[in-house]
């Protein structure tokens, strides 16, 4: 799933409304399941509970036939080998949690993102003399969305690095596991293992590997919009000339986040529950993580700082030049009575107005550079840091956690 057209792409047929861009050019469908599944005759209504339906089927088909085959194998259960599939959590986290994430944060994204691409068209931040230019970033971003070719790239890279590395990693221990015998001359994956490496793990990296290209596509449409001619105002009340929407916007990634988390989580468990590693020792690797998540999600923000900037000195000097103006006029009348007698200053409405020149202008001088706020970061690194708050209780027991949060708020 990513952009893509469902019938054609955004031109001068389709040019936009001030007021909304065609719904029949906005869907995040596309690439190559998607265009298999239209060629077999799947219709878009199904195509539709197919994808929802993507966050139940995609881990079954990834998880289910390997508890199957190492319950064949005698690898399921605690003490048939060194590390039973029952205890791999690692493999659990990353098939039942982290992947329902990934496609849970794709249909979130195709709620949130499609109202945000609108907006700029809606609240006229885009003139009628760019709309051109603009449709035509939209239709690129859909057509590289709707590409089959990266979808082949992708898969291409993830049976490469798997035939290359995985395989090697898998087979590299020193004691039998569930997915490989024991390191040696004779060291093999399991049928288990054969599913997971070629099968359940490249699902895993296909959506994830899909979600990077996903917000590349994101960041590069943010791009093209941020170099056109804006119609971005100083005096906007969001305080980032009226793209206050794009924040809200960026929100739709909080599960990408999570999702992110839940793998960072599988990472850390086999470290921490069965090596017997404290979780403070990863702490620099943690905070990667948390960085890495807001650099995917944020950064592509950081786009339109330039215009933003040159938006709040533009309003400065012109709005500055306005209050200067009023607060004379205000004085000449007020201070110098040169219209003593014209109106009585109890009732006055130019008390009122100079004090809306001053918010006006507070206004302008308080723009941000770019559209993210505080708020905003701290819930992406709480999404990131949730999955991964289970592991607390290696460091401590619940109670423990549980009387010092009650000490905390009360």
Same mark, same amino acid.
């Given at each position: 799933?990513?952009f893509?057209?469902?019938?054609? !792409?955004?031109?001068?047929?389709?040019?936009?409304?001030?007021?909304?861009? %065609?719904?029949?050019?906005?869907?995040?469908?596309?690439?190559?399941?998607?265009?298999?599944?239209?060629? +077999?005759?799947?219709?878009?209504?199904?195509?539709?509970?197919?994808?929802?339906?993507?966050?139940?089927?995609?881990?079954?088909i990834?998880?289910?036939?390997?508890?199957?085959l190492?319950? +064949?194998?005698?690898?399921?259960?605690?003490?048939?080998? !060194?590390?039973?599939?029952?205890?791999?959590?690692?493999?659990?986290?990353?098939?039942?949690?982290?992947?329902?994430?990934?496609?849970?944060?794709?249909r979130?994204?195709?709620?949130?993102?499609?109202?945000?691409?609108?907006?700029?068209?809606?609240?006229?931040?885009?003139?009628?003399?760019?709309?051109?230019?603009?449709?035509?970033? @939209?239709?690129?971003?859909?057509?590289?969305? #709707?590409?089959?070719?990266?979808?082949?790239?992708?898969?291409?890279?993830?049976?490469?690095? #798997?035939?290359?590395? @995985?395989?090697?990693?898998?087979?590299?221990?020193?004691?039998?596991t569930?997915?490989?015998?024991?390191?040696?001359?004779?060291?093999?994956?399991?049928?288990a293992?054969?599913?997971?490496?070629?099968?359940?793990?490249?699902?895993?990296?296909? +959506?994830?590997?899909?979600w990077?290209?996903?917000?590349?596509?994101?960041?590069?449409?943010?791009? =093209?919009?941020?170099?056109?001619?804006?119609?971005?105002? %100083?005096?906007?009340?969001?305080?980032?000339?009226?793209?206050?929407?794009?924040?809200?916007?960026?929100?739709?990634?909080?599960?990408?986040?999570?999702?992110?988390?839940?793998?960072?989580?599988?990472?850390?468990?086999?470290?921490?529950?069965?090596?017997?590693? =404290?979780?403070?020792?990863?702490?620099?690797?943690?905070?990667?993580? @948390?960085?890495?998540?807001?650099?995917?999600?944020?950064? %592509?923000?950081?786009?339109?700082?330039?215009?933003?900037?040159?938006?709040?000195?533009?309003?400065?000097?012109?709005?500055?030049?306005?209050?200067?103006?009023?607060?004379?006029?205000?004085?000449?009348?007020?201070?110098?009575?040169?219209?003593?007698?014209?109106?009585?200053?109890?009732?006055?409405? #130019?008390?009122?107005?100079?004090?809306?020149?001053?918010?006006?202008?507070? @206004?302008?001088?308080?723009?941000?550079?770019?559209p993210?706020?505080?708020?905003m970061?701290?819930?992406?690194?709480?999404?990131?840091?949730?999955?991964?708050?289970?592991?607390?209780?290696?460091?401590m027991s619940?109670? #423990?956690?549980?009387?010092?949060?009650?000490?905390?708020?009360?």
């Amino acid at each position: 799933m990513a952009f893509a057209p469902r019938q054609e !792409h955004l031109g001068k047929a389709s040019k936009p409304t001030p007021d909304v861009i %065609p719904t029949s050019v906005i869907a995040f469908t596309g690439g190559l399941v998607t265009r298999g599944l239209q060629r +077999i005759g799947v219709q878009d209504r199904t195509l539709l509970r197919l994808r929802v339906a993507a966050i139940i089927i995609l881990p079954l088909i990834s998880w289910l036939p390997l508890l199957v085959l190492t319950a +064949i194998d005698g690898k399921l259960l605690p003490g048939s080998v !060194h590390t039973p599939f029952l205890l791999d959590l690692s493999a659990h986290i990353r098939l039942l949690a982290a992947l329902p994430l990934f496609v849970l944060a794709a249909r979130v994204a195709e709620a949130r993102l499609l109202p945000t691409i609108q907006q700029f068209v809606a609240r006229r931040i885009v003139p009628e003399a760019s709309e051109d230019k603009f449709n035509a970033a @939209v239709a690129s971003a859909f057509r590289l969305g #709707d590409s089959t070719l990266a979808d082949i790239l992708i898969i291409v890279i993830i049976y490469l690095g #798997d035939t290359f590395f @995985v395989w090697r990693a898998f087979t590299a221990n020193a004691a039998t596991t569930w997915y490989a015998g024991s390191a040696g001359p004779g060291s093999h994956l399991t049928p288990a293992g054969f599913y997971y490496a070629y099968v359940g793990l490249p699902i895993f990296q296909f +959506i994830l590997l899909r979600w990077y290209f996903r917000l590349f596509i994101w960041a590069r449409f943010l791009r =093209h919009v941020s170099k056109l001619n804006l119609n971005l105002l %100083p005096p906007h009340p969001d305080r980032v000339g009226g793209l206050g929407f794009l924040i809200m916007g960026t929100q739709a990634f909080t599960f990408f986040a999570m999702a992110h988390g839940a793998v960072l989580a599988a990472w850390l468990s086999t470290r921490v529950v069965f090596a017997g590693k =404290h979780l403070p020792s990863y702490k620099t690797e943690i905070i990667v993580v @948390v960085i890495f998540v807001l650099l995917l999600t944020v950064a %592509p923000l950081f786009a339109f700082a330039r215009p933003l900037a040159r938006t709040k000195r533009r309003g400065i000097i012109e709005y500055g030049a306005l209050a200067s103006r009023y607060a004379n006029e205000f004085n000449e009348k007020w201070i110098f009575r040169k219209g003593e007698g014209a109106e009585p200053l109890v009732g006055s409405a #130019d008390i009122q107005s100079l004090a809306d020149m001053s918010g006006s202008y507070d @206004v302008v001088q308080s723009m941000r550079s770019v559209p993210i706020t505080t708020q905003m970061l701290i819930a992406f690194g709480i999404a990131t840091l949730l999955p991964v708050a289970p592991l607390l209780l290696t460091l401590m027991s619940l109670s #423990d956690i549980l009387k010092k949060l009650a000490g905390v708020l009360f």
